[in-house]
């Protein structure tokens, strides 16, 4: 039985190893195959997904190769000495995925995925294995802490459930702003700090005079014309953040067409995944309605990458780059530079531009509060990340391992603090406010379901 687990652990870390974007097209063609999507059309829907993370791995390097020094000069010139600077999503889920609780994640999320959908317990079918690593982030960081593994095991399916609650919860939203109807997100930074941007949307909706405050992407098109395009906009942006840095217009200028090529690239490389994603999930929703009839209610949870093809997700992500490093400076105590996650910071507010329907100007006063806090929670997680880097070999001794992706997550904060109480002040404060956007959560769903069902309706009835 031992020589077995070692065996699948083989198996699976050898997948693993190659990164999401071989690892995802093996998973959903074989999947697809499984379902009864044909053998050529799975193959392809595999590779167009494989192009998707490629293309999207590009644009992300490249933003962080150019945007990082620049950021890094741009808090130099601010007088800004952090201590440690955080290595992002792709450095800390390589870690993760070092450690035995990943191994264990991936079954244990599959079953209890089908547990909670045969209770009814979720509509959520999730499909995205790869981003399992945010629920094996979880127990692995109680495990590295605690030294026990069935804590670490507890904490990954803790995480599993409100995950895929998380996609019941978000699932109205994204067919309602993307037009994802029947698709869901369930992973990641946009789905367990959306919360906070539902807060703060119900905050700004009893203000008079605020809540009449509108700027979105076609909006800006329409009062300011090119200048308002988002091509446009990375460009002055990217220019503007190379001479705050200290650059000349040699290294300004070409930093500001990166941008703009960010901008214009994005949404069409998300567009591949989309296409590999689209036989999957009709084939699946083919089957669930087979067998659980027309009218069953269910959502395929994918990768939150399908986000970032939206205009107001890019441009405000573009826009957070400068603002988390503003919040990094002025919030106090804060010992961490931001970088390795600068450039995927629209995966933290994409759900919250659904929450504001790509209202910009609510999108940065929500931003803002999930980057503080995101930044105020990794500031407490150093230590237990680089415990963690260190019980699976990759932080050397006197090094030390942060990230914001996941090292900001509350549900891992929390969970965490129950058992080691080392900030008790903290966890109380976290947990009290978190609790609290989780009922605005909620209510902001609900509400947003029934203006979906009604304007249906309506539809229909025309």
């Known amino acids: 039985m031992n020589t077995f687990l ?47 993370f490629v293309g999207m791995g590009l644009i992300v390097g490249m ?101 895929f609650k998380f996609g019941d919860l978000w699932a109205p939203l994204l067919a309602d702003y993307f037009e994802l109807d029947g698709l869901t997100t369930p992973h990641g930074t946009s789905a367990y700090m959306a919360p906070i941007a539902c807060f703060v949307d119900t905050v700004i909706d009893k203000i008079p005079g605020v809540r009449k405050i509108k700027f979105s992407v076609d909006g800006l098109q329409e009062k300011i014309g090119v200048i308002g395009e988002p091509v446009v906009i990375g460009g002055l942006l990217g220019a503007i953040i190379g001479f705050l840095a200290g650059y000349g217009p040699q290294k300004a200028l070409p930093l500001g067409i990166n941008m703009a090529a960010v901008m214009v690239l994005m949404p069409k490389v998300i567009k591949c995944i989309m296409e590999g994603l689209m036989p999957i999930s009709e084939r699946a929703k083919e089957i669930m309605h087979k067998h659980f009839g027309e009218d069953a209610d269910f959502f395929i949870g994918l990768d939150p990458a399908i986000l970032l093809g939206d205009p107001g997700v890019v441009t405000a992500g573009i826009f957070f780059i400068p603002i988390t490093l503003l919040l990094a400076i002025i919030i106090p105590g804060n010992r961490v530079l931001p970088f390795g996650d600068l450039a995927t910071i629209g995966f933290f507010i994409a759900i919250a531009v659904a929450v504001h329907k790509g209202n910009l100007f609510r999108t940065l006063i929500s931003g803002s509060c999930i980057m503080a806090m995101t930044i105020w929670i990794t500031n407490q997680t150093v230590g237990w990340t680089t415990t963690l880097g260190k019980s699976v070999g990759a932080v050397k001794a006197g090094q030390h391992l942060t990230a914001m992706d996941q090292g900001g997550c509350p549900i891992t904060y929390i969970f965490t603090q129950l058992f080691t109480r080392s900030n008790v002040l903290g966890l109380i404060v976290i947990a009290a406010i978190y609790l609290v956007c989780m009922v605005f959560a909620v209510r902001v769903s609900h509400k947003r379901a029934a203006e979906l069902k009604a304007r249906k309706a309506l539809e229909e009835a025309e």
């Open 63 to 163: 933003m962080n190769t150019n945007m990082g020094p620049a950021a890094k000069a741009m808090a130099h010139r601010l007088g800004v000495s952090l201590q440690y600077v955080e290595v992002g999503w792709p450095g800390m889920s390589g870690v993760t995925w070092g450690s035995i609780i990943a191994t264990i994640a991936i079954p244990l999320s599959i079953v209890i995925n089908l547990i909670m959908f045969a209770l009814k317990a979720t509509k959520t079918i999730n499909i995205d294995i790869w981003n399992v690593w945010h629920m094996a982030f979880t127990g692995a960081i109680a495990y590295a802490v605690t030294g026990n593994i069935w804590i670490g095991i507890l904490g990954a399916a803790i995480h599993a459930v409100i995950t």
């Open 6 to 52: 070692k065996g699948c652990a083989f198996v699976i870390n050898y997948v693993i190893d190659m990164g999401a974007s071989v690892m995802l097209p093996i998973i959903i063609a074989i999947l697809a195959i499984i379902i009864g999507v044909k053998v050529g059309k799975a193959i392809r829907s595999g590779l167009m997904i494989g192009v998707g």
